[in-house]
């Protein structure tokens, strides 16, 4: 009854292209719009800020680059903490040896440069398909890895292989509060969300969805692979190098090459996979309970009031988060974006069924 | 020569440890069409179940054998049940999540029963490295036994699985799976058998690399990513190619020790990590199969 789109007439192009066609969906977004920008941060404390709020946004943005790569062009990739690491280091490295130049705008141009890695190694994506990418994606997470533990010119000769990220500021206004922290990182999320809602219904969307559905099909009707499988390389490791500037800079501070291994990868991966290959709105669903997952398994034995030596605990929380995914995957093995969709489905015709 | 031949040898022995966790890969990828990344995890939880049965009721090493084969049977079956009928006909990417979210349960599991400190593992393979070669070189070429004895039982394992597989009437219906589910299901095999018995047989091949790698390096944690260096074995010998393992076990192994001393000096060290996976990948340039995979044919 509330959510139908009958009496919505569209009377101009524009309208029927519009990202939201429908009028209550406009309002759903403007209202989360309002909560994340207004109501969190009047309400949240520094805690859930700190430890919930900026890992999601910054995460979400890593899981929707992932997802343009896997999800829409079907190409599995598992070297995402590497292109992360690249976008921060980039990122880094621009900030120490240009000092006058913003660090939003070297955030950007980190991406650039994550950008043209994705490129380089999305290459064999070319030659080769399905695990065996996978396996070869590995590649650049390793050596990526090494690239930043060893070669010393990329951390500023720091003696520890740790390195500090200056304050960030934009128009003499420094995000060192949590609040200042989460609403860029809120702010930024936005507009690559919307960059890529509109990238994968465009053409180019298009092009990389043939390519997954299949790829020999795809090349015969006119999609060039080379351009549709390296663009999306490209777009992904973008948003992903942007995430990972992000991450160092705005969320840990200061920060060494593992805080870029290979479990960065798969928490991403695991991300896009619970919350829907081929979906945006998965990829925040994703991020939030990929986020929230572990801290509430953290703090659930104090609840119940067990004490259990911290050993124990972080053992627990391996098997049940495996469990939960094994579990997630049987219940819904096409996300938590399908349960999202199976619901909108639902409300349309709620109350009256027929 | 006598140190490029020891690095050499090096190398290759350590070859033959990843091909026995690349053949896990192998065995279930075949029957199964699934990318097992639990293997590694398998190969821990095997190796400190073996260990620990042994140290905490002190039971003979044969009886914490047997008790841990029948462990790793109950797993299989518990995988084949729990995880692997509930996803039938689910595209690959869910089944390949899926294992790793069994390999995030199995470590946490195995640490959570059986500790998570290092421990030694002796199943009685002599420690002294032997000399080979004397009367040709200078001062010889040292090989450590354990690794001559992890060659042994390697080949040994495969001679095995190749009978298992050629000779045996369930090593028939296992290539009848790999070739064509459907096919396979309709001339009477039963696929919920046959995936228990793969995940057996990965279960105890994962079991022998747990023991192996185990002697080396004692039974902990890090035992898991050996696994990851068997990636590269795998893409570089073929997903479906016992041979292509062993094969590519040897490539890999003597490769990156070779890298590792000849051209590390140069660019750092360390190198080691991620060679075989660039080793691989100029391969795979070559043959996108690998070595000895099959090639694919798509059909529009």
Redesign the interface.
């Known amino acids: 009854m509330i959510y139908r789109e009958s009496g919505q007439f569209k009377t101009s192009y524009v309208a029927d292209q519009a990202v939201f066609p429908i009028a209550q969906d406009r309002w759903f977004i403007a209202a989360w719009l309002l909560v994340g920008f207004v109501l969190v941060p009047l309400i949240a404390n520094e805690y859930m800020l700190r430890a919930i709020l900026i890992p999601f946004a910054i995460m979400a943005l890593a899981a929707l680059g992932l997802n343009i790569l896997?999800g829409y062009c079907g190409q599995?990739s598992l070297g995402t903490g590497g292109f992360m690491a690249v976008g921060a280091y980039a990122a880094y490295n621009l900030c120490i040896r240009i000092p006058e130049l913003n660090p939003i705008i070297a955030f950007v141009i980190a991406g650039g440069f994550a950008t043209l890695v994705g490129i380089l190694f999305g290459i064999?994506s070319l030659?080769?398909?399905?695990?065996?990418l996978?396996?070869?994606t590995?590649?650049s997470q390793?050596?990526l890895?090494?690239l930043f533990?060893?070669?010393q010119w990329f951390t500023n000769y720091a003696p520890s292989g740790s390195v500090s990220a200056p304050p960030v500021t934009l128009f003499g206004l420094t995000f060192d509060t949590p609040v200042l922290k989460y609403l860029l990182c809120l702010a930024i999320l936005v507009v690559f969300a919307l960059v890529a809602k509109n990238l994968v219904r465009g053409r180019i969307g298009r092009a990389w969805m043939a390519t997954r559905d299949?790829?020999?099909?795809a090349e015969?009707i006119g999609i060039r692979p080379m351009y549709a499988k390296l663009s999306a390389f490209a777009v992904s490791s973008f948003f992903v190098g942007v995430a990972g500037a992000l991450w160092a800079f705005i969320h840990l501070g200061s920060w060494e090459p593992a805080a870029f291994d290979?479990n960065r990868s798969?928490n991403i991966?695991?991300m896009v996979?619970i919350g829907g290959?081929g979906s945006i709105v998965g990829a925040f669903l994703g991020a939030a309970f990929i986020t929230t997952l572990p801290l509430i398994l953290n703090q659930a034995p104090q609840w119940f009031g067990i004490a259990l030596s911290t050993?124990?605990i972080?053992?627990?929380?391996?098997?049940?988060?495996?469990?939960?995914?094994?579990f997630f995957?049987?219940v819904e093995?096409l996300g938590l974006a399908r349960l999202w969709r199976i619901g909108k489905e639902k409300l349309r015709l709620w109350p009256f069924p027929h | 020569m006598g140190f490029f031949l020891e690095v050499l040898l090096g190398g290759l022995m350590a070859g033959v440890l990843y091909s026995l966790v690349a053949l896990g890969f192998v065995l279930i990828f075949k029957a199964s069409g699934v990318?097992n990344f639990a293997q590694g995890a398998m190969v821990l939880f095997a190796a400190l179940t073996f260990v620990r049965l042994m140290e905490i009721f002190h039971i003979p090493m044969v009886v914490a054998l047997a008790l841990t084969v029948v462990v790793m049977v109950v797993l299989a079956m518990v995988i084949e049940r729990?995880?692997l009928r509930?996803?039938v006909n689910?595209?690959?990417?869910?089944l390949?999540?899926?294992t790793?979210?069994?390999?995030?349960?199995?470590?946490?599991?195995g640490?959570?029963v059986w500790g998570?400190d290092i421990y030694t593992l002796d199943v009685g393979i002599p420690k002294q490295p032997i000399m080979l070669l004397e009367s040709v070189f200078d001062g010889g070429v040292l090989v450590p036994s354990e690794d001559v004895v992890a060659t042994i039982v390697a080949g040994l394992l495969v001679a095995a699985l190749a009978v298992f597989f050629q000779k045996t009437k369930i090593g028939r219906a296992l290539r009848a799976v790999a070739d064509d589910h459907q096919a396979a299901q309709s001339v009477g095999i039963p696929l919920n058998y046959i995936w228990v018995i793969v995940w057996t047989v990965a279960g105890l091949v994962a079991l022998v690399a747990g023991i192996m790698w185990g002697t080396k390096l004692g039974v902990q944690f890090s035992l898991t990513f050996v696994a990851?260096k068997a990636?590269?074995v795998?893409?570089l010998g073929g997903?479906e190619s016992i041979p292509g393992a062993i094969i590519g076990g040897l490539i890999i192994g003597a490769g990156e020790k070779l890298a590792e001393v000849y051209l590390g000096p140069y660019?750092?060290?360390?190198?080691e990590?991620?060679f075989a996976?660039?080793l691989?990948?100029l391969f795979?340039?070559v043959r996108?199969?690998?070595l000895f995979g099959e090639k694919h044919i798509?059909?529009?």
């Open positions: 896997v599995l064999p030659r080769i398909k399905g695990y065996y996978a396996v070869a590995l590649a390793f050596f890895e090494w533990n060893r070669v299949m790829d020999v099909a015969i290979i798969f991966l695991f996979i290959l050993a124990m972080s053992h627990l929380e391996f098997m049940i988060f495996g469990a939960l995914i094994l995957l049987i093995p | 990318f729990a995880v509930p996803l689910q595209p690959g990417i869910s390949f999540m899926a790793l979210g069994i390999s995030y349960f199995l470590d946490g599991f640490q959570a998570s990851l990636l590269p795998l893409i997903f660019v750092g060290g360390g190198i990590n991620w996976y660039v691989a990948l795979l340039l996108p199969e690998g798509d059909r529009v």
